[in-house]
């Protein structure tokens, strides 16, 4: 099963929910592989990869490296790093007849290998996001609480929808809610958060994640939630999450 986790809008938690819906799912006893098509690298760091890997996704997808040369574990969890110069793969990616699902090509080797690929994208609607696409069968959407983020998931399921209609095959997942909190403050967030559900409906899923700094603390760490802090609201937050996830699929 691959899912790619997207949002066209930055700093929603991609990264931070790739990294601990993958690790809840390696705690569960699933064979997990994470891709990082970011060139912010901020999940490949969790891995305490350097910014210029010798072998990286853009390497990979373009044939440069094979998948074992690539791909690394850490903790029971298989990465694909990325690199900070991967806007110049995605430009040699542009130029190539099978630009559109090149990482589908790629993974068709070693999909069986894995109970789950997650894919954590870059925020945008680029071509290395369309490759993430084509190779996935679900896509997971998260948002933040307190802003707005949500206003332009519309825009991302309109562009899913056309990616379908060109050979595409992927459906949505669901909406996650991050960066939730219930004390006086959060009114706000409650209000966002109705306008969420009566905007999307059962694509919002019910579980949610709460604010929690051991959340931020364990990726400063290079560690999952559930190897930083396995008793917190974080942690108990994303397992929740992860097995909606389960009985989704």
Not at 17 to 45: F, M, P, T, Y
Not at 77 to 89: Q, V
Not at 216 to 237: C, H, M, R, V, W
Request: glycine letters at 8%; proline letters at 3%.
């Amino acid at each position: 099963m691959v899912i790619a986790i997207t949002n066209n809008k930055g700093g929603v938690g991609k990264t931070t929910s790739v990294l601990n819906i993958g690790g809840a799912l390696a705690k569960l006893g699933h064979k997990v592989l994470l891709i990082d098509l970011d060139s912010q690298c901020n999940l490949s760091g969790c891995f305490n990869f350097e910014e210029y890997p010798q072998n990286h996704v853009g390497k990979f997808i373009l044939k440069e490296a094979t998948f074992e040369e690539c791909v690394i574990s850490k903790n029971g969890i298989d990465i694909i790093p990325s690199t900070s110069n991967l806007m110049e793969w995605e430009e040699k990616l542009s130029n190539k007849p099978r630009r559109d699902d090149m990482l589908k090509i790629r993974l068709a080797t070693v999909v069986n290998k894995y109970d789950f690929i997650l894919i954590d994208c870059p925020p945008n609607l680029g071509l290395l996001v369309t490759n993430a696409i084509f190779a996935a069968q679900y896509y997971l959407t998260p948002v933040e609480a307190g802003t707005f983020s949500y206003q332009g998931i519309g825009k991302l399921i309109n562009k899913m929808n056309e990616l379908n209609e060109y050979g595409a095959d992927i459906s949505l997942l669901g909406v996650l809610i991050i960066k939730y909190h219930q004390n006086i403050r959060g009114v706000m967030k409650k209000e966002i958060i109705n306008s969420i559900r009566n905007s999307l409906g059962e694509s919002v899923l019910k579980n949610y994640i709460r604010i929690d700094s051991n959340i931020d603390k364990a990726q400063l760490e290079q560690q999952t939630i559930f190897e930083y802090s396995p008793e917190s609201n974080g942690a108990k937050d994303y397992l929740n999450v992860t097995l909606e996830i389960l009985e989704k699929l």
